[in-house]
């Protein structure tokens, strides 16, 4: 049996669901509902024949073609489809709903599965993922200098039952010149606007959500623009970590990495940071003096941070000391000291 099913209602179902996007891996890179399965009815390149076939000869003789192409794969894509999904109950989509989903919705049924196929492919998953943004989230800004430990507080918030998005992670970036950790490779922008939607969608939109300040990019990624409003508009809250604790957050997080790394990232940032600071950094990482280079390069990032703060409205932004406290505890004196302050709907605004 097949059964049409809307995106937003499917988006119910996906735990229970498996999913999979016939598209060609090329596509699926590019951006794709995360959690989906990619079982490619085409390759890039026979895709891009069909297609050209499609527009120079006529809609007949590509699907002829297709057929031709595929006539040997119908074993292997219901081999596969049982692994993914060894219950016979699956989803399938393609870009739009259209002669490729069909044909393997029908293949599937043939065989004995329960398809469920996606109205409007991942066409339709895209629309509902940038309405997303749309909404107006209650977000609590979490705010500080480089190494105040935002992350790990950040993630001990969540084991307090708040609810948080952490955009460096959906950007496998951490948000600075060396915030690749030379070894996180970034999504695309589609499948990070993907990801963030599809985290939005698990979280309570009538509870607060607290979320890192960040620049609008996060590596080469780039916050959609009403979430990133929507960040810059909500209240902030500032943690004071003294400086000699965030050097050794700093030195225990970038201390280890490869020299190179830290002499090409810092070398980039030369014109900011200037000739004689980028001079002395890089000395210091070839000398192994770890402390010394961070030193450095927070003066920077110091004047950095300090400038985006000036741009936000005072009376939305806090600030609170926390002395040598443990992150545990640091959390806890945020939610402690967040209850007195109005969280910001931005449909009210």
Request: with cysteine.
């Amino acid at each position: 049996m097949t059964k049409p099913i809307a995106i937003s209602d499917f988006l119910g179902l996906a735990d229970s669901i498996p999913l999979i996007d016939v598209r060609t891996p090329l596509e699926f890179v590019q951006g794709h509902i995360p959690g989906a399965f990619n079982l490619p009815i085409f390759t890039n390149e026979e895709r891009v024949s069909v297609g050209t076939t499609y527009k120079q000869v006529g809609r007949e003789e590509a699907i002829l073609l297709g057929f031709d192409i595929t006539g040997s794969k119908w074993s292997g894509f219901i081999k596969e489809a049982l692994e993914i999904a060894p219950q016979k109950k699956i989803a399938v989509h393609c870009w739009r709903g259209g002669m490729r989903s069909g044909a393997m919705a029908w293949a599937l049924n043939l065989y004995g599965f329960e398809v469920y196929l996606i109205e409007g492919g991942y066409k339709s998953y895209r629309r509902w993922a940038l309405q997303q943004f749309d909404q107006g989230w209650k977000l609590s800004i979490l705010g500080g200098k480089t190494g105040s430990g935002k992350t790990k507080i950040l993630h001990h918030l969540q084991t307090m039952n708040e609810q948080i998005i952490d955009l460096e992670d959906l950007a496998q970036h951490q948000g600075s010149s060396y915030g690749t950790m030379n070894k996180m490779i970034q999504p695309t922008q589609e499948q990070f606007e993907n990801n963030l939607a599809c985290q939005l969608n698990l979280l309570d939109p009538e509870r607060k959500i607290w979320v890192e300040d960040e620049s609008l990019t996060i590596g080469k990624r780039v916050i959609p623009q009403f979430f990133w409003r929507n960040m810059r508009n909500s209240v902030l809250i500032n943690v004071n970590v003294p400086l000699q604790q965030r050097v050794e957050i700093l030195v225990e997080e970038y201390g280890r990495l490869d020299k190179d790394f830290l002499i090409e990232c810092t070398q980039r940032i030369w014109k900011r940071l200037g000739p004689e600071q980028t001079k002395h950094a890089i000395l210091a990482i070839e000398e192994d003096r770890m402390a010394d280079f961070i030193g450095f390069v927070l003066v920077y990032y110091d004047k950095t941070y300090k400038t985006g703060l000036g741009k936000r409205a005072p009376d939305k932004v806090f600030s609170m000391d926390v002395g040598n406290s443990e992150f545990v505890s640091i959390a806890q004196q945020i939610i402690d000291f967040s209850g007195s302050i109005p969280v910001v709907n931005m449909n009210t605004i």
